[in-house]
């Protein structure tokens, strides 16, 4: 019943910003790990940025300086902000959850993670 729903896709020029939100509904709705991933086409998904069992926050290398995540814990709302965006920032975002306890970089791993959104499209263009 757990159900995962991302949302503020679109599409910007380069150098822009975007603010993506995932709404969680259902039970659980508390978990011990949250974290975006993107999967442009013919790649592999990867991690973006996560938030560990005690609150660390992890962001990809490339992201980071560029990307910020958060979460509104009373509404179990998982937020990224997205600025200074590139043309191979341009993927299909996943927000996923998970009840393991995890650290650091773990918090980017997909295996990591039993529950996934359905994506919301970030299409940056030069």
């Known amino acids: 019943q757990v159900q995962l729903v991302e949302s503020g896709g679109g599409s910007v020029q380069s150098g822009g910003s975007l603010r993506l939100s995932c709404a969680v509904s259902?039970?659980?709705?508390?978990?011990?790990?949250m974290a975006w991933f993107r999967q442009a086409p013919g790649k592999e998904r990867e991690g973006v940025a996560g938030?560990?069992?005690?609150?660390?926050?992890t962001i990809a290398d490339s992201m980071k300086g560029r990307f910020t995540i958060s979460q509104d814990n009373a509404e179990n709302i998982l937020y990224l902000e997205m600025n200074s965006l590139k043309p191979e920032d341009t993927a299909l975002y996943y927000c996923?959850?998970?009840?393991?306890?995890?650290?650091?970089?773990?918090?980017?791993?997909?295996?990591?993670?039993?529950?996934w959104g359905r994506g919301t499209q970030v299409t940056v263009s030069s």
């Open positions: 996923a959850a998970s009840h393991l306890s995890m650290s650091g970089a773990s918090v980017l791993r997909r295996e990591m993670y039993g529950y």
């Open positions: 938030i560990a069992s005690d609150g660390t926050i």
């Open positions: 259902g039970h659980p709705t508390n978990f011990y790990c």
